[in-house]
């Protein structure tokens, strides 16, 4: 099994940075596709940005493309998702997952097979 937990959200101003970091234990995820996810109140869960095995190839969502970047550190068995110039759209909780299956990017949120349990980001205006 694979535990997920996220960390670095909070709440800051418009404009402003936020880093998020989702490190994973119970096994090595090196080979897995991960994603980070949001879900704002009254909205569904949906991706934001995903990267494959190796970091070499990763996938934005319109909304956050030039604003956010994913990266992931196989050494460290982590994640991370940098999002710069932040928006009061952008607050949501946040989570990071991974796809047993895949070492391609994956997009499709019923292809993940482990989730963390979510970080909370708030963007003031």
């Known amino acids: 099994q694979v535990q997920l937990v996220e960390s670095g959200g909070g709440l800051v101003q418009t404009g402003n940075s936020l880093r998020l970091s989702c490190v994973a234990s119970g096994r090595t995820v090196s080979n897995y596709a991960m994603g980070w996810f949001r879900q704002a109140p009254g909205k569904e869960r949906g991706i934001i940005a995903a990267i494959n095995w190796g970091g070499g190839s990763t996938y934005y969502a319109d909304s956050v493309k030039g604003r956010f970047t994913i990266s992931r550190d196989n050494a460290k068995n982590a994640m991370y998702l940098r999002m710069d110039r932040l928006k009061p759209e952008d607050t949501a909780v946040y989570y990071c997952?991974?796809?047993?299956?895949?070492?391609?990017?994956?997009?499709?949120?019923?292809?993940?097979?482990?989730w963390g349990q979510g970080t909370q980001v708030t963007v003031s205006s």
């Open positions: 997952a991974a796809a047993a299956s895949s070492s391609s990017i994956v997009t499709d949120r019923r292809s993940y097979d482990y």
